[in-house]
Each structure stands twice: as C-alpha cells, then as structure tokens.
C-alpha cells in the first residue's frame, strides 16, 4: 500500500523567511496530493491541494509542487508569520480509492 | 466549521469499557473516516465508509467496530480490546465522488482512559 514520509519534523523560522516542507510516498499511481494544517487543539483544515496532471500550485503565499518522476512533493511558504504556526501534514491518495494515507507532520514555528 | 460534528470533545473511560463516539455531517457526503491521531504519527486511518450500509478496515481497525446505518451517521466504538486507546479522534467526511477527494474534518474527541 502507500506509505507518505514527511520531512523535517520541526521546522523554526524567523519572520518573513520562507518555509519548504517535503514529502515523498511509495505508489505511483496515486494522484491526489493535499496539505492539510492543523492549529493546536483544532482540526486540520485543507490548505492547497495539487492533482497528478499539474506539476505546481499557488495560492498567494502557498505553493505546492509535485515530481512524478522522483515522487515527492513539497510545500512552500513564503513571507511567513508567527499565524503560519502549526502542524502540517501532507497525504496522498491512492488511484481508485477514496482514502488518503497521511505524513507524520511538520511542526513549523515562525518567530517574531 | 460547521457541516461535520463530533461529541463529546473530551471522553472518560475505564479500562475494560467499550465506549461510542459519535460523528455526524450535514454536509450530504458519502464518504467519512474515522483516523486516529497520536504524537509524532499523524493521522492514521481505522475505518472508512463510502456508501450507507458498508464500510472498511483502515490500517489500525483492530480493537475498533463502526456502522453506517444512516448517511448522516459514522460512529465509532471503541472496544475493550483496544489495548492502548487514549488518543485524539478525528472524524471526516467527503462527497465520495470520482475526482472529488477533499476530505473535512470535525473537531474532534480526547479519548482518555484512565
């Protein structure tokens, strides 16, 4: 089955830097890949999503962008701010099934 | 936030007691899941449901029972054989169309047993 690696496990900025969190998975067939974040004691919420036949995604200060190839995709944040703080967790979804399998979560920090 | 509700928010248990939490959506999906959350693990998915009246193992079923007699409706019991069931539940729901894989969170239950 599919297996996600999300990297690193804590990510500490300062403002106003850039944040790039990566993920690989195991399945080439899968062709849905969201990031999701996730505040402290709140549920995760969508963020970006990119699909299989697009190679990048941006949505302001959010970018994503996905290698076929290599299997991985990444998640971009530029200009960040102290609210950018949280959890994020990226996720794949296997071709023909309605599931997504899920990262172990980055802890970003972005100090003032 | 609304469309999809999870209670209680936080939850009791002794050891040895099964104990149902409960999950419902608005949001006319057909899909919804059931993951688990632990530190340092992120979610993982227990069961999953993409039509009324049928469901399926995710990768930690063990210890846990579901049902999905209404579409609305996904609870979850968690048994006693659950070994190591203090954890934060989450549940989710998508429209379960072709193509169509957002999946929307509720806020979740703490599960602690004590």
């Known amino acids: 089955g599919e297996n996600v690696e999300q990297h690193p496990s804590t990510l500490s900025v300062q403002e106003g830097d850039s944040a790039v969190i990566k993920c690989t998975y195991s399945?080439?067939?899968?062709?849905?890949f969201p990031w999701y974040k996730q505040e402290l004691g709140k549920r995760p919420q969508l963020i970006i999503d990119i699909r299989s036949n697009v190679g990048e995604k941006k949505d302001q200060r959010i970018a994503v962008t996905l290698n076929k190839t290599a299997k991985h995709f990444s998640l971009h944040i530029t200009e960040t701010q102290p609210e950018d703080s949280a959890v994020y967790f990226c996720?794949?979804?296997?071709?023909?099934?309605?599931?997504?399998?899920f990262g172990t979560g980055t802890r970003l920090l972005v100090s003032p | 936030d609304g469309g999809i509700t999870q209670s209680p928010k936080y939850l009791f248990r002794k050891e040895g007691q099964n104990v149902t939490l409960s999950c419902e959506q608005n949001l006319n999906h057909d899909a919804m899941y059931w993951y688990r959350q632990d530190p340092g693990q992120g979610l993982r998915l227990i069961y999953y449901s993409q039509i009324v009246n049928d469901f399926q193992k995710g990768d930690i079923a063990e210890g846990y029972s579901v049902s999905r007699e209404k579409k609305e409706s996904f609870p979850l019991t968690v048994t006693s054989a659950q070994k190591n069931p203090t954890a934060f539940y989450l549940c989710a729901s998508s429209p379960g169309l072709a193509g169509v894989n957002e999946q929307f969170f509720g806020p979740g239950t703490r599960l602690t047993v004590l």
């Open positions: 996720a794949a979804c296997p071709a023909g099934f309605q599931k997504l399998v």
């Open positions: 399945d080439s067939a899968s062709n849905y």
